[in-house]
């Protein structure tokens, strides 16, 4: 069992539709993070928020939009995506931003974009 | 460029063997150094970190690494290995210690497992 929950675990979309990934996560943390994972790549740090507050947006393209509501819950908003866009979207959470607390990790929503 | 490197993309072991898995780093400090593992169909869970002291460390799951400065690298082992090791390993960095949580991660070893 994890404390991060992400959902759906899967999601198939066309370019043209709007979907969402949630993240909920049950540790009590205040940082929560978006990854992408995508085949023969490292990790990317896509989104990080501290507090509610995004302290970090890594070049990612405007069709990925973050919304954190509270400290329990990450949303990745998604519209007019790309088939590159495709991969395994990872969110983690960690107490806060100080080095050195071990980010934990939800099972990922696997993203299709066709 | 700074970069985080596990050179082999595939390993396979006979259950039983030892296991060593590389990752070499080319950040300047000595950064914090983590090993994750992602199991097929899920996340990544920590297994060890390395942040100062003691250059051996021991993680979960009978797992050990050993930072070298000398060779900027962090090798992962385990002396006997499971069938339910098999797994994807990653090797993270974290360049700047002391400042925000900043994971860099290499490409993964992917860790095959025969009886």
């Known amino acids: 069992e994890t404390g991060v929950t992400q959902t759906p675990r899967h999601l198939v979309m066309g370019m043209t539709n709007k979907k969402s990934l949630k993240c909920e996560q049950h540790l009590g943390h205040n940082a929560m993070y978006w990854y992408k994972q995508s085949a023969k790549k490292p990790l990317e740090l896509m989104f990080v928020y501290n507090f509610k507050e995004q302290t970090e947006n890594n070049s990612v393209p405007s069709r990925f939009s973050p919304e954190c509501p509270n400290s329990s819950h990450l949303f990745l908003h998604l519209h007019t995506l790309q088939p590159e866009d495709s991969a395994l979207y990872l969110c983690a959470s960690s107490q806060d931003r100080r080095t050195g607390n071990t980010i934990y990790f939800g099972e990922g929503s696997w993203l299709t974009v066709v | 460029a700074q970069s985080v490197t596990q050179p082999d993309i595939h390993i396979t072991v006979s259950e039983g063997a030892s296991l060593e898995l590389r990752c070499n780093y080319s950040?300047?400090?000595?950064?914090?150094l983590f090993w994750y593992v992602q199991s097929p169909g899920q996340g990544l869970q920590l297994l060890l970190k390395y942040f100062s002291g003691d250059t051996l460390v021991q993680g979960i799951k009978g797992f050990e690494a050993e930072f070298k400065r000398s060779q900027s690298s962090f090798n992962l082992r385990k002396p006997s290995v499971h069938w339910s090791d098999a797994a994807e390993y990653f090797c993270a960095v974290d360049p700047y210690g002391g400042g925000a949580n900043n994971l860099f991660f290499g490409t993964g070893t992917r860790l095959t497992v025969i009886p």
């Open positions: 950040y300047g400090a000595t950064p914090y």
